[in-house]
């Protein structure tokens, strides 16, 4: 059974940082792009971030190039999502999900691909 639990959210002040975890289990890690997403209320869900170890590959949104990294430690089957210089319009939900790499690939755009399974969550929220 795939599954993805996200820690680390919180409550921080404009230009703090946070990281995000997303600790997976139940397949074989490598062969999964993963990704983060964030939903803040009454937006659309929004593609933030993806990683796939396999090819060494990293895809960020503009929104959050050049704040954000996305690293990934295949030894712990974790990704983590450095978040630096918040904005208050960081303020979301974030999930990571996971697909079978060649899946997202064959996307024109990592953010559209059917992402099969899902974590639950973790809140962050950005004080101005």
């Known amino acids: 059974e795939v599954q993805l639990v996200e820690s680390g959210g919180g409550l921080v002040q404009a230009g703090g940082s946070l990281r995000l975890s997303c600790a997976a289990s139940g397949f074989t890690f490598d062969d999964y792009a993963i990704g983060w997403f964030r939903q803040a209320p009454g937006k659309e869900r929004e593609g933030v971030s993806c990683i796939s170890s396999r090819v060494g590959s990293t895809y960020y949104a503009d929104s959050v190039k050049g704040r954000f990294t996305i690293s990934s430690d295949n030894a712990k089957n974790t990704v983590y999502l450095q978040m630096n210089s918040l904005k208050p319009e960081d303020t979301a939900v974030y999930y990571c999900?996971?697909?079978?790499?060649?899946?997202?690939?064959?996307?024109?755009?990592?953010?559209?691909?059917?992402?099969?399974?899902w974590g639950q969550g973790t809140q962050v929220t950005v004080s101005s």
């Open positions: 999900a996971a697909e079978v790499w060649t899946v997202v690939a064959g996307t024109k755009n990592w953010d559209r691909a059917d992402f099969g399974s």
